[in-house]
């Protein structure tokens, strides 16, 4: 089930929120909710929420030894070899066997092991709450079936954002919902709708189209140069939207019932430098590694050699989080050596150039990491780059020329979309509203209206709409 499907908007959705309302009080709301929760992760994987069910109880029984003394360090070593051993397993084992069985010319004896949904994101929130509470940072919760809805809320259990326990703590057990709550929450879970169904499907569905509907080496190499080069914007643009648009999702739904989730995207390609990117793309993510993994390792407060290690092992760590595949794990790397060339002469060379050069350079370079990041096999990474630059069999074909024309203005205007020129305009009728009680009136109606129509239009294009995936659901 995903958010953006019909059945989930107009059925899932509403019967949760008018079970929630009903509820009078926290304890039977968090009820409805686990129920709501453990549903919506069974309806892909009903084998798999015992997992997640085991590793809530595993974890909320570390914390609470911990708690009562004694070695508290062997808990959080026993939590750790749980919860990294079982994303191990379930994500790794097979990656490992078959490169090890690779270098001797075996055959892996490992079957297939299948991926659970949303495994890296709900084993990364239980784990940052026993390594707080092993730091005192938070108390350990009593209940069990408190921790064991905090780590499946359907809202954000299957794609993210990362929740921090120690953000969401207070309002697990005692939280209230107003009419502010609900109208921000609405509004926000419709601008996520509206990137998931206006700009994330319809930039796949020609990144896809422009190579035959496979990302295989045969699709790359007969396809042209300029079926390559919008291909990957168009990819570009699908995985932001589709990624922030999931977020925008989870926060608003969550704001709906109480809780007040991080942000996850502040217009990432907006940024002027690698760093800057990173601050802005994922921030849940790049803030529980450098929390739990690149400050206890030393940070930056070290010798120049030992930031670069730590820097390196922070790197390699994000590209193999986001799967079990030496391309995911060069392009962790491809950012750490940009990172590094800021660090040593780059950014400071940035920062006395025009802003246009930094925006444009982060746009070279995570054009190229999306390329890293698109395809698993290297040979196919090769002619996609090889293809770009005149290695393609044509120049162009007709084929590609019909799909460029047809989406003329999909891909400008999705760039400017991913773009805060949006929040700006809000912002200054918001200004101007203050000024004229004209202005203020019908920026009131326009804001009342306009999440009732992108939901129209989004119900509109979902109809028999067969293209909706969602791509993090893989990680």
Same mark, same amino acid.
């Given at each position: ?22 509820? $009078? ?6 009820? /409805? =909710? #686990?129920?709501? %929760? *453990? ?6 994987? &009903? ?91 938070? $108390? ?6 408190? /921790? =064991? #809805?905090?780590? %499946? *809320? ?6 993210? &954002? ?314």
């Amino acid at each position: 089930m995903v958010f953006s499907s019909l059945f989930f908007l107009y059925a899932f959705l509403p019967l949760n929120l008018l079970l929630y309302k009903l509820a $009078k009080t926290t304890p039977v709301r968090n009820a /409805v =909710l #686990l129920v709501f %929760s *453990l549903v919506f992760y069974a309806w892909g994987e &009903p084998v798999y929420m015992l997992l997640l069910i085991g590793m809530a109880f595993f974890d909320w029984l570390f914390a609470r030894l911990m708690e009562r003394g004694g070695n508290r360090k062997l808990w959080l070593v026993l939590a750790v070899i749980v919860n990294i051993g079982t994303i191990g397993v379930f994500k790794y084992l097979n990656f490992l066997a078959d490169n090890l069985c690779g270098l001797f010319g075996a055959v892996s004896p490992i079957p297939a092991i299948a991926l659970p949904i949303g495994i890296s994101f709900y084993t990364f929130q239980l784990l940052s709450y026993v390594i707080d509470v092993y730091r005192g940072e938070v $108390k350990a919760q009593k209940k069990y079936t408190t /921790v =064991l #809805l905090y780590a %499946s *809320l359907f809202h954000q259990c299957i794609a993210g &954002p990362i929740v921090r326990y120690q953000d969401v703590e207070n309002e697990l057990t005692c939280r209230r919902v107003d009419f502010a709550d609900v109208s921000e929450g609405i509004r926000r879970f419709c601008i996520g709708l509206g990137k998931k169904v206006f700009f994330a499907n319809t930039c796949g569905n020609l990144a896809d189209s422009l190579l035959g509907g496979k990302l295989t080496l045969e699709a790359v190499q007969s396809a042209d140069s300029a079926a390559l080069w919008v291909s990957m914007l168009a990819y570009m643009m699908q995985i932001y939207f589709d990624f922030s648009g999931y977020s925008d999702m989870a926060i608003g739904m969550g704001r709906m019932m109480g809780f007040h989730y991080l942000e996850n995207f502040n217009y990432p390609y907006a940024a002027h430098s690698v760093q800057d990117f990173w601050r802005r793309w994922h921030m849940s993510l790049s803030s529980f590694f450098r929390d739990y993994v690149y400050i206890p390792l030393g940070g930056s407060r070290c010798s120049f050699g030992r930031w670069l290690f730590n820097t390196l092992v922070v790197w390699a760590l994000t590209g193999l989080w986001h799967g079990a595949s030496w391309n995911f794990v060069l392009w962790g790397l491809f950012f750490f050596v940009f990172l590094v060339l800021e660090k040593l002469f780059l950014g400071k060379l940035l920062q006395k150039l025009p802003k246009v050069i930094g925006h444009l350079y982060l746009w070279i370079v995570v054009f190229f990491g999306w390329v890293l990041f698109r395809f698993s096999d290297l040979q196919t990474v090769w002619a996609v780059i090889s293809g770009m630059f005149g290695g393609a069999a044509e120049a162009i074909t007709k084929a590609t020329e019909l799909a460029i024309r047809n989406n003329l203005f999909l891909l400008p205007l999705a760039i400017v979309a991913s773009t805060p020129l949006f929040k700006w305009l809000s912002h200054k009728m918001d200004v101007a509203s203050g000024n004229s009680k004209v202005i203020a009136n019908i920026w009131a109606v326009v804001q009342l209206i306009w999440p009732v129509v992108i939901l129209a239009v989004s119900t509109v294009l979902l109809v028999g709409d067969s293209y909706n995936p969602f791509l993090y659901f893989q990680f």
